[in-house]
């Protein structure tokens, strides 16, 4: 029986999939792949028909063997491991359809001890979750995201975290589609001045030890302009809004996950000061005049810097440095 979730069987199946599209279009034999592959020809069979049964389709020739015609849906997990090499994330994508908000089923799944990297995915949340207990729009054709980590850190590299990941998303939709896309401290990507992609770092741990990070992600990908309701119209824009096109959420996701492990795997040999560099070196709102609703008080001032621990350096109106912890920040016009 060929194991259809998980470990080997998915693993087979990737490489099966890498060594039949590079064939271009023609047909590999059974006989070929299972001396690549090191396995047998039923096994091949089997694997196949799984494939099949996943939306990809395949032909096969009882002397030709196996071409593939057609892939599935851009977003389905293997479509995107296929790209993929990283090293953690991405080990594991689960893809879900509508729920309530993938920051919880992260959640559960790494209660129950789902390994680091593990991605879960959906296509809709009806109870999407932002920032200081914010809801998240987030609507079919959106990129909705959240991944389990496990940092081998003390539980104040959220920071760190949240700060890594807004440089991954900027320079994914940078590289991606060329748009304009820059960093609002702490995480926000914005166009033009609004909002395209948000992210929420949450954190389950001890005293003085981690257990997991679940790191959620939400880019507005494909969603029309018009579909945005009312009070976010003026601040919230899509990728498709901006580009007038489709994007392939897939390949989106291949580069977010792509730039976060290489950023991780900084942050844990070079430590957080790598990532503030990155978070300087990204196109970011230090420079502007801005505003920032923190705790208790409104604070207008020039954005100068971030400082050793990722906190927000303000020079204020009257000449002082104010660093900010937690905070909304606008661009003043
Ligand atoms: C914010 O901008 O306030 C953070 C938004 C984070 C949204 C993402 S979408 C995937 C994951 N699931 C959620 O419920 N929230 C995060």
């Known amino acids: 029986m060929v194991n259809e979730t998980t470990g080997t069987g998915c693993e087979t199946r990737l490489r099966l999939l890498r060594a039949v599209e590079a064939y271009g279009g023609e047909f590999a034999s059974g006989e070929e792949l299972s001396r690549k592959l090191l396995v047998s020809r039923t096994s091949i069979w089997k694997h196949m028909r799984v494939l099949r049964a996943q939306g990809y389709d395949i032909e096969s020739h009882p002397r030709r063997g196996y071409r593939l015609i057609s892939c599935p849906n851009d977003l389905s997990s293997l479509e995107v491991r ?168 897939g390949k989106l996701l291949g580069a977010i996950l792509e730039n976060l492990d290489r950023r991780y795997s900084d942050l844990l040999s070079l430590g957080a000061e790598s990532v503030f560099d990155a978070w300087r070196r990204c196109p970011n709102v230090l420079g502007s005049r801005i505003k920032v609703h923190s705790v208790n008080e409104l604070v207008h001032g020039l954005a100068l810097d971030i400082d050793v621990d990722g906190a927000l350096l303000v020079r204020t109106d009257d000449g002082a440095v104010k660093r900010i912890i937690v905070g909304d920040v606008s661009i003043n016009e």
């Open 82 to 249: 296929k790209t993929l090499s990283c090293s953690v994330f991405g080990c594991d994508i689960q893809q879900l359809g509508r729920v309530e908000s993938t920051q919880q089923e992260a959640f559960r799944m790494a209660q129950r001890g789902a390994p680091a990297g593990t991605v879960v995915l959906a296509e809709e949340q009806t109870g999407g979750r932002g920032r200081v207990g914010r809801s998240f729009f987030s609507p079919r054709g959106g990129l909705w995201f959240s991944v389990i980590l496990r940092p081998p850190l003390q539980p104040q590299v959220c920071l760190p975290l949240s700060l890594m990941a807004g440089v991954a998303v900027v320079e994914a939709i940078r590289s991606l589609t060329k748009l304009p896309a820059v960093l609002k401290w702490p995480n926000d990507a914005l166009i033009g001045g609004r909002k395209v992609a948000g992210i929420l770092a949450e954190i389950v741990a001890e005293t003085d030890a981690v257990r997991f990070v679940i790191l959620g992600i939400g880019v507005n990908a494909n969603i029309p302009a018009d579909d945005f309701p009312a009070e976010l119209r003026t601040i919230a824009t899509s990728l498709e809004a901006e580009l007038g096109c489709d994007v392939s959420r």
